[in-house]
């Protein structure tokens, strides 16, 4: 689920998006918690609760991730994919190709660290939880 959402990044510049993918992220995420009090579940400990609101972690990562390149750039960034800018299901990119170098940076880090927190934080709850 959070390599999806990744590619669809730009819609969350979008404060209004960026709400409701948190709302719908986080409905997801108490699944895994009804899953965790029902014991309805064949994972051990509170894995249902880390595997369920990655999601929900991934989007807020990625959302800091842009406003922390922004403020220490000075210059928006814009996901870049097999040789283009991609653009969100709900917003255009207005990237400029000119900038390659930055954007491929920029596109690593929201790719690489919301998915090694998260794997941390599988790897972790398998660990001191089970």
């Given at each position: 689920?959070?390599?999806?959402?990744?590619?669809?990044?730009?819609?969350?510049?979008?404060?209004?998006i960026?709400?409701?993918?948190?709302?719908?992220?986080?409905?997801?995420?108490?699944?895994?918690?009804?899953?965790?009090?029902?014991?309805?579940?064949?994972?051990?400990?509170?894995?249902?609760?880390?595997?369920?609101?990655?999601?929900?972690?991934?989007?807020?990562?990625?959302?800091?991730?842009?406003?922390?390149?922004?403020?220490?750039?000075?210059?928006?960034?814009?996901?870049?994919?097999?040789?283009?800018?991609?653009?969100?299901?709900?917003?255009?990119?207005?990237?400029?190709?000119?900038?390659?170098?930055?954007y491929?940076?920029?596109?690593?880090?929201?790719?690489?660290?919301?998915?090694?927190?998260?794997?941390?934080?599988?790897?972790?709850?398998?660990?001191?939880?089970?």
């Amino acid at each position: 689920m959070n390599i999806i959402i990744t590619p669809f990044n730009e819609d969350l510049k979008d404060d209004k998006i960026f709400k409701r993918y948190s709302k719908i992220s986080f409905a997801i995420g108490l699944i895994g918690v009804i899953m965790v009090l029902t014991d309805w579940n064949h994972l051990c400990g509170l894995e249902p609760v880390v595997i369920t609101f990655s999601l929900f972690i991934n989007i807020h990562i990625i959302k800091l991730i842009m406003n922390l390149s922004f403020k220490l750039t000075k210059k928006e960034g814009f996901f870049y994919s097999r040789g283009n800018l991609e653009d969100g299901i709900y917003t255009k990119n207005n990237g400029n190709l000119n900038e390659v170098g930055y954007y491929k940076r920029y596109s690593f880090f929201l790719i690489a660290i919301p998915s090694l927190l998260i794997l941390t934080l599988l790897i972790l709850a398998r660990e001191f939880l089970c």
